[in-house]
């Protein structure tokens, strides 16, 4: 494969972005780290999810977000730099797939919606913080956030496929 113009031949034409088209295990190591680290990611956002949407209501929302935020946050040291390693190998390919591209829009939006949870209703989360249901808001952004994460998921895969 021949690097492409601009500043994305300019990443393809790096000797890490040719290692990891040229040797045999890297790319595929750096692809299990990738899912590892969104299973981890996407894992723990379903279930804190899960218990915005009612499921163990005995379980302290804000207990449970302590728990399981630390591992969504830290997944992303996994996914970003995996993911940006095997952009670089086809730079200029990826961004000509739509896959990819609503995968990266998808992913802007979940980002969006996480943020505008934790500065917003989960500000209040002590008024619902055991066994009550969250405020109709809240479970909104839950259901945004499991739909919008499935969404890049399945993007992600499609993009070996298009
Ligand atoms: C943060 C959340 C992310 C999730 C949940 C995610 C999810 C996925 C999934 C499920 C795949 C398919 C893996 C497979 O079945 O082989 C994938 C592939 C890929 N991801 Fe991500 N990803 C994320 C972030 C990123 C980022 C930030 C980038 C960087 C630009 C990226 C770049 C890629 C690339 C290039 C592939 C294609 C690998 C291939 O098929 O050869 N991803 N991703």
């Given at each position: 494969m021949t690097p492409g113009q601009g500043a994305l031949g300019a990443i393809e034409a790096t000797g890490?972005?040719?290692?990891?088209?040229?040797?045999?295990?890297?790319?595929?190591?750096?692809?299990?780290?990738?899912?590892?680290?969104?299973?981890?990611?996407?894992?723990?956002?379903?279930?804190?999810?899960?218990?915005?949407?009612?499921?163990?209501?005995?379980?302290?929302?804000?207990?449970?977000?302590?728990?399981?935020?630390?591992?969504?946050?830290?997944?992303?040291v996994l996914i970003v730099p995996s993911g940006l390693a095997m952009f670089a190998s086809h730079a200029s390919d990826f961004v000509a797939n739509p896959a990819f591209v609503v995968k990266m829009g998808l992913l802007l939006a979940a980002g969006t919606n996480a943020a505008i949870f934790h500065a917003g209703v989960f500000q209040r989360a002590a008024d619902w913080d055991v066994g009550v249901a969250a405020p109709a808001v809240a479970r909104l952004q839950a259901v945004a956030s499991l739909v919008l994460w499935i969404g890049v998921i399945a993007c992600g895969r499609l993009i070996a496929y298009l």
């Open positions: 890490f972005a040719r290692a990891m088209r040229e040797a045999l295990w890297l790319y595929p190591s750096v692809e299990i780290v990738h899912i590892f680290g969104l299973a981890i990611l996407v894992g723990s956002i379903a279930m804190f999810d899960l218990r915005v949407l009612g499921l163990a209501r005995t379980l302290p929302v804000r207990a449970v977000a302590r728990f399981l935020l630390p591992w969504t946050v830290g997944s992303l």
